[in-house]
């Protein structure tokens, strides 16, 4: 017989869980599956971050040009310096950005000075997957979630206040510290890309991209269940008795914020996919439902409930199109952009300054923070700054030095550089010649201050390396007959590309005699492995 205390923490247990019919064991029952539940979620949870620190660490390809511009050349500059040779891009100088995300980067920085190599983690592009953590309580009962969720929401918005005050203050102190006064940047943003409709220079899109090629670009295989989820959240039938109220109620207000921010996003001329990433969190967590309640009879030990074909087929098509969409993008796709930097810092002896043009859109690769060597590594590239001097009305016909240089690459090389040098001595006596002009080192085509504080801009010139795209090479082969340039390099950059401008192969030409003729061994002995393997496919000789 159970003793009087066993009986009294029995019922008292029962009440917490009323579906049980033996308390004793229910109880036990109860705690061990709490127990795996939670051992579950923390390895589900491990596994996430390994699988971040996996992909950060293996990532071989260029995403998006903010991924390094809006983060890891600020960084640079907070950490080496004005003259350390970064890339601040127009919205820096305008005040546009917070300088909270590029501090982080800016002390990892500091933090590898000391051990003499820096490493870049890339930014995470993408949301995380999040496990599902509102539908995990399942032993709340109905009239219990009621009774709390009023106190829950109360807790939640003085939690939000305070630390919404708390990123504000670190924000603000940030700023003022980046940019030696007091500024809000969000305001800012607001002013030039609504008031002033520069964002338009970029681009512009139907008012139902988000809806069209925004969802479906973020979520891929994740799409049907999403519609699904946010559905059912909006929507909701007779909530089941393992569902508390609390979790309808947050399920409803994350799906409501799925369609109100692409919502308020689509006034804007000027969409983008990623401006909608902060979602993809929260469209998981509405998609984990309905995928679950689709794929779980898989795992059921019934032998009638395993004759799930279709379910299997379907299962095994969305893991491996998500297998292969990661292995393209993270492996294949737009490569090259970040081989040429690599390429370019190892002919960088320190000896001898290293001098390169990118003739690419602008911000086509990454930039000091992957060039690294500011001394003797000097470059300059093609820039795409919006008409911040212009009234709106002039918006539409203003074309950017990069679309400039695209409408007739020859003439405008012949314009702004003159006639190309016939060797590298030629081309850097060209430079100690522009110096003693300008009065200032040359360091590519970045603004400088002079003796008595005026500004003056250094003028771009023919340098050592050209780095452009191979559907560039045909024109640059006519304006370089004749000259010192010939081909150094070449990295595969992906089947396709969106952008006409960046088609084919990244290439790079250059005076250098000794790269020239490497080049022209490497080749040979490419073409040698070829034929091999021609032969050996064909069983010929």
């Not at 918005?157 to 006064?181: K, N, P, T």
């Not at 969190?281 to 279709?310: D, M």
């Not at 003439?411 to 006596?429: D, F, I, M, T, V």
């Amino acid at each position: 017989m159970a003793s009087p205390a066993l009986s009294q923490a029995s019922t008292a247990f029962e009440s917490d869980a009323p579906q049980v019919q033996d308390p004793p064991k229910g109880a036990g029952r109860a705690m061990l599956q709490r127990a795996k539940e939670a051992a579950t979620a923390q390895d589900i949870l491990l596994f996430l971050i390994a699988l971040r620190i996996l992909n950060a660490l293996s990532i071989r390809t260029f995403f998006q040009p903010d991924e390094y511009f809006q983060s890891l050349e600020p960084a640079w500059q907070i950490a080496f310096g004005a003259d350390s040779g970064a890339w601040i891009t127009w919205e820096w100088k305008t005040q546009l950005r917070s300088a909270i995300h590029p501090a982080l980067f800016a002390a990892v920085y500091c933090l590898c000075v000391g051990f003499g190599k820096l490493y870049q983690l890339s930014p995470m592009a993408h949301g995380d997957e999040k496990v599902d953590e509102y539908g995990l309580r399942q032993d709340l009962d109905t009239n219990l979630a009621e009774e709390l969720a009023k106190r829950e929401r109360l807790v939640l918005i003085f939690e939000a206040a305070i630390c919404g005050s708390l990123v504000l203050a670190i924000s603000a102190i940030a700023d003022r510290l980046f940019y030696q006064q007091w500024v809000f940047p969000p305001f800012r943003f607001l002013y030039f890309n609504l008031a002033r409709s520069l964002s338009v220079h970029y681009g512009r899109n139907d008012w139902h991209y988000y809806l069209s090629q925004g969802f479906p670009l973020l979520l891929t295989t994740f799409l049907p269940f999403a519609i699904i989820g946010l559905y059912q959240s909006l929507f909701p039938q007779d909530s089941p008795p393992s569902q508390p109220l609390l979790t309808t109620t947050i399920k409803r207000q994350l799906a409501t914020t799925s369609f109100l921010i692409p919502f308020a996003l689509s006034f804007i001329s000027h969409k983008e996919v990623r401006f909608i990433y902060p979602l993809l969190p929260p469209l998981h967590v509405l998609s984990a439902a309905p995928f679950t309640a689709y794929f779980l009879p898989l795992l059921s030990p019934t032998p009638r409930q395993r004759k799930t074909t279709s379910r299997h087929l379907a299962l095994n098509l969305l893991l491996s199109l998500n297998l292969l969409l990661a292995i393209f993008t993270t492996q294949l796709h737009q490569t090259a952009p970040l081989t040429v930097l690599t390429y370019l810092r190892s002919r960088d002896s320190g000896s001898r300054a290293t001098t390169v043009a990118f003739l690419t859109p602008c911000h086509s690769t990454p930039w000091r923070s992957h060039l690294l060597h500011s001394s003797t590594l000097k470059a300059w590239a093609l820039s795409c700054e919006p008409p911040l001097h212009l009234p709106p009305s002039q918006h539409s016909t203003y074309l950017d030095e990069a679309d400039q240089f695209y409408q007739s690459p020859s003439h405008w090389l012949s314009l702004h550089l003159g006639r190309p040098p016939k060797n590298r001595s030629e081309q850097e006596a060209r430079l100690v010649a522009l110096e003693a002009a300008t009065g200032v080192a040359w360091n590519g085509d970045a603004y400088s201050v002079d003796e008595k504080g005026r500004k003056r801009e250094k003028k771009k010139a023919w340098t050592g390396y050209l780095v452009f795209f191979e559907q560039l090479e045909g024109e640059m082969k006519l304006v370089l007959k004749g000259t010192g340039y010939g081909a150094c390099w070449r990295g595969w950059n992906g089947w396709v590309h969106d952008d006409w401008r960046r088609r084919g192969e990244m290439v790079v030409w250059c005076l250098d005699d000794g790269e020239k003729t490497r080049w022209k061994q490497e080749v040979g002995r490419r073409q040698e492995i070829k034929g091999w393997w021609g032969r050996l496919t064909t069983g010929s000789g």
